[in-house]
């Protein structure tokens, strides 16, 4: 007979990966331990082992959990039928949105993926390149012919922005929804008038 799964199975996984994704930001994945983690959710050893195999296996689906998600917020917004200047602010806002009260996944995704497997680090990298695709769409329209088929260029003015949303959100942990909308703003002027155009 088949094993069933208890009601509460979804909140104990996110209670997991939630913890998980804290104690590897702040000691270090190399410094967590499966004893550790157990101790930090407040379960036996036995139960996380019920949940997943390995402390890779916890990484890997905090991670995937947290991109997919990101991913698929983002990538389902509808701004085809947007201007150009409107769709490229509703994207950069969005994004900064998503990212609120995710710092320490966040933290984890650029400091951990070379411990996951090969696969597993092409199947997080789909998701990325899902999201640049994207907003590089949304930044082509808005150029109007500039770049020409230049896709270099384009890519590389692609990850400046994600770039400059990094960083912001890296040091403005305390930025209020109103602060996270102001710099959207600046971001989408400065890309589109330049700095002298401010």
């Not at 650029?110 to 411990?115: A, E, G």
Request: hydrophobic share 40%; proline share 1%; glycine share 6%.
């Amino acid at each position: 007979m088949a094993r069933t799964i208890a009601k509460d199975h979804d909140q104990k996984r996110s209670h997991i990966l939630d913890t998980a994704a804290k104690k590897f930001a702040t000691e270090g994945y190399d410094r967590v331990s499966m004893t550790k983690l157990a101790a930090a959710c407040g379960v036996s050893k036995a139960t996380i082992y019920h949940y997943y195999t390995s402390k890779e296996a916890i990484l890997f689906d905090a991670l995937d959990t947290y991109l997919h998600d990101l991913r698929d917020r983002v990538c389902a917004l509808d701004v085809e039928s947007e201007a150009p200047e409107e769709a490229l602010y509703h994207v950069v806002r969005e994004i900064l949105m998503a990212y609120e009260g995710s710092d320490e996944i966040h933290r984890v995704q650029t400091t951990n993926l070379s411990n996951l497997s090969g696969d597993q680090q092409a199947i997080l990298r789909v998701y990325q390149r899902d999201l640049v695709e994207f907003l590089s769409k949304v930044v082509e329209r808005n150029a109007q012919g500039v770049f020409a088929g230049d896709k270099e260029k384009l890519r590389g003015i692609t990850m400046s922005i994600f770039g400059m949303l990094n960083t912001y959100y890296m040091w403005e942990h305390a930025a209020t929804r109103t602060d996270r909308e102001t710099y959207a703003l600046l971001v989408t002027d400065i890309l589109l008038r330049g700095v002298r155009g401010l």
